[in-house]
């Protein structure tokens, strides 16, 4: 969310009365839009299942300020799996490959993620990796920027720097989180669904945090019926039967938004149900997207 460039200022009158007028807020002179391009800027890569499939997007923040990184901007010739690692942290923000679908947009429909990912660099640059492959039997083309703004805080007064640091460092407890069924390989397949076949794809979280899902996406080459239900002894749906893929899912461009975001707690899980109603296999890629809470 844009940072106000107006604030009200307690200030004294001639007369000595306290009174209240709009100035400037004055950190808005010390933030910046800012893209952050990979290195290599294009990855090249060659057909599914062979030599050279895969390669590594890096993504460096210098040491000019901080970065409040909120967007995912991109474009391919075919579909792709991702995987961000932050190695400062030791972090991966994600399960299991995510299919570019859940992902990457343009900018005209940038993936916004559902928190800001915030990179303090202190003295020292920041690095975020994201390792690629390709899911498509034809040689890929691949070029990703991520978005965000830029806190100049080497210039702004300490006490600015300071306050910019304890409102958005919060990386630590929670940040954003892709999560994809654990039925999906590491190189970021899925298996195929045969014609008129059910199966379950199943969403789990570990034993280390929790996830406040508020955003789902998926990718397939047919269409199919589906229902989501809790993982628990209750087994409760999501809905009073099967829904038509196309109603409750979107994709990186246009993601569903659900009615109301759902806690999945530590080692819970989420079930989704589908039935194949094509006439031939189709494989489903899905992702639910929100911010993962961990607790010390």
């Known amino acids: 969310m844009p940072l106000s460039a107006l604030q009200s200022i307690r200030t004294q009158s001639p007369d000595g009365r306290i009174i209240e007028k709009i100035g400037i807020n004055p950190i808005k002179r010390f933030v910046r839009g800012?893209?952050?391009?990979?290195?290599?800027?294009?990855?090249?890569?060659?057909a599914?299942?062979?030599?050279?499939?895969?390669?590594?997007l890096r993504f460096s923040i210098d040491t000019q300020g901080h970065f409040d990184w909120a967007y995912v901007i991109g474009n391919s010739t075919a579909a792709f799996s991702i995987e961000f690692y932050d190695a400062q942290k030791n972090r991966l923000l994600q399960n299991r490959p995510v299919h570019s679908s859940g992902v990457v947009g343009p900018a005209i429909?940038?993936?916004?993620?559902p928190k800001p990912y915030f990179f303090n660099v202190g003295d020292s640059e920041r690095e975020i990796t994201a390792v690629i492959r390709?899911?498509?039997?034809l040689p890929n083309t691949v070029r990703i920027s991520l978005y965000g703004r830029r806190f100049y805080h080497k210039e702004m007064p300490p006490d600015m720097a300071r306050d910019v640091e304890r409102r958005?460092?919060?990386?630590?407890?929670?940040?954003?989180?892709?999560?994809?069924?654990?039925?999906t390989a590491?190189?970021?397949?899925?298996?195929?669904?045969?014609?008129?076949?059910?199966?379950?794809?199943?969403?789990?979280?570990?034993?280390?945090?929790d996830i406040e899902i508020?955003?789902?996406?998926?990718?397939?080459?047919?269409?199919?019926?589906?229902?989501?239900?809790?993982?628990?002894?209750?087994?409760?749906?999501?809905?009073?039967?099967?829904?038509?893929?196309?109603?409750?899912?979107?994709?990186?461009?246009?993601?569903?938004?659900?009615?109301?975001?759902?806690?999945l707690e530590r080692k819970r899980q989420i079930l989704l149900e589908i039935r194949n109603t094509g006439v031939a296999p189709i494989s489903v890629f899905a992702t639910a997207s929100g911010k993962q809470m961990q607790y010390r």
């Open 109 to 113: 429909r940038p993936f916004r993620l």
């Open 214 to 263: 508020d955003k789902v996406m998926l990718s397939s080459d047919g269409l199919f019926d589906y229902q989501l239900r809790c993982g628990d002894r209750s087994l409760k749906s999501w809905s009073n039967g099967d829904v038509e893929s196309s109603s409750g899912f979107g994709d990186a461009l246009f993601p569903f938004i659900l009615g109301d975001s759902f806690l």
């Open 134 to 137: 390709n899911l498509s039997p």
């Open 186 to 209: 590491f190189d970021g397949t899925v298996p195929a669904i045969a014609a008129g076949a059910r199966a379950t794809l199943t969403f789990e979280t570990d034993n280390k945090a």
């Open 168 to 183: 958005f460092d919060e990386g630590e407890r929670e940040y954003s989180f892709w999560l994809v069924p654990k039925e």
């Open 34 to 46: 800012y893209w952050v391009v990979s290195d290599p800027l294009t990855s090249a890569l060659a």
């Open 48 to 56: 599914q299942g062979t030599a050279g499939d895969s390669a590594n």
